[in-house]
């Protein structure tokens, strides 16, 4: 489409993709945000305000609760401190709040898995013994 006012064409031009212009060098014409297409950012850039905050796991800290308690509190208070840095948008923060909150967890998980798998065994040697002991007499 020609501008009936002199100047370059207007209108969406058909090599970029959605009507969107591209900054310099990467397309015929040049525009202010790189953006690809339906508002995502471009290749290598942070996520931005209205992005997805990162997985709080907070999975682990409720799986841990049953098993070591005591690891799991720091893996809660992690894991529910990552909605609101996100929110306030310390991205690395609540990135950080949620590799801690899993690595609380699964701390809890193995210490408290351990832990029940040992008392079992002394269970299963105590059981022994009493059988062996009555048996002698």
Known sequence: MT???????SGPNPQDPYGQQQPGGY?????P???QPYGQP?????????????????G????SIFLCWPFAI??????????????QGQYQQAQEAANEAKKWGKIGIIVGACGY??????YVI???????????Y
Request: aromatic share 8%; proline share 13%; no cysteine.
């Open 117 to 122: 798998g040992l008392l079992i065994l002394f």
């Open 126 to 136: 105590g059981i022994i013994i009493a059988l062996a002991a009555a048996s002698s």
């Open 60 to 63: 682990w800290g409720i799986g």
């Open 33 to 35: 945000v790189p953006q």
């Open 74 to 87: 720091p893996s809660l208070i992690k894991a529910t401190s990552v909605q609101n840095l996100w929110a």
């Open 42 to 58: 471009a290749y290598g850039q942070q996520p931005g305000f209205g992005g997805a905050p990162p997985n709080n796991n907070i």
């Open 3 to 9: 501008n009936p006012y002199g100047g370059p064409p």
């Open 27 to 31: 397309g015929p014409s040049s525009g």
